[in-house]
């Protein structure tokens, strides 16, 4: 079955702490995007990549690093320097063609201890 | 103004009836739009593209107005399962590359009741 995965599904960081949120996707697709969501908000792009080794910031990229080494895979690093980490994060990845839709992995739930 | 704006809802219908939602934006050079669900603490799915003649697909109808800059979903004959958070999106062009941003609006939220 062709999808998305994120892990892990939840993630709890201590204060100074980087973590890195994986996103794998298996549908041969070259764009990948992550995006935060805040309650009551919408989403909110941090950073994409249209092709591997090359990404490009988004609206808050701000605490956030990116790598795209392998088609496949687009991990996401929340650093210390992300002072509000506790959000959902949603991957996604597409065609990058105009009118092809996003598809999401089922997202990633990170809270500060 | 934002870039995609909806009504928040929520919408609390019963079962059966007819629902619409509306969704304006902003940037006219938008070319792609579609309607995703957000069930709670889900990821979004795509639900359906709109197309500028208007597209159907079973009790959905989505529609397009360029002029006027929006975007409409109409869901018939309610169900249970409907009660979900549904998301307008909007591409926006990039200034380089074959990608564009998707922006997604705040939702509505739809309760349907017995």
């Known amino acids: 079955d062709g999808g998305i995965t994120q892990s892990p599904k939840y993630l709890f960081r201590k204060e100074g702490q980087n973590v890195t949120l994986s996103c794998e996707q298996n549908?041969?697709?070259?764009?990948m995007y992550w995006y935060r969501q805040d309650p009551g908000q919408g989403l909110r792009l941090i950073y994409y990549s249209q092709i591997v080794n090359d990404f490009q910031k988004g609206d808050i990229a701000e605490g956030y690093s990116v790598s795209r080494e392998k088609k496949e895979s687009f991990p996401l690093t929340v650093t210390s320097a992300q002072k509000n980490p506790t959000a959902f994060y949603l991957c996604?990845?597409?065609?990058?063609?105009?009118?092809?839709?996003?598809?999401f992995g089922d997202g990633t739930r990170l809270s500060i201890l | 103004r934002k870039e995609v704006e909806q009504d928040p809802g929520p919408f609390n219908v019963p079962e059966g009836a007819t629902v619409a939602f509306n969704c304006t934006y902003s940037n006219s050079a938008s070319q792609s739009f579609f309607w995703y669900r957000q069930d709670c603490r889900k990821e979004p799915k795509l639900l359906m593209s709109?197309?500028?003649s208007g597209n159907e697909d079973g009790r959905f109808t989505a529609q397009l107005n360029r002029a006027s800059q929006y975007i409409s979903l109409l869901i018939r004959d309610s169900k249970l399962s409907d009660s979900a958070t549904y998301l307008c999106?909007?591409?926006?062009?990039?200034?380089?590359?074959?990608?564009?941003?998707?922006?997604f609006g705040t939702g509505t939220r739809l309760q349907v009741t017995l």
């Open positions: 709109v197309y500028s």
């Open positions: 999106v909007v591409n926006i062009p990039w200034t380089s590359g074959t990608a564009s941003k998707l922006t």
């Open positions: 549908l041969n697709h070259d764009a």
């Open positions: 996604a990845s597409s065609i990058p063609v105009v009118h092809q839709p996003q598809h």
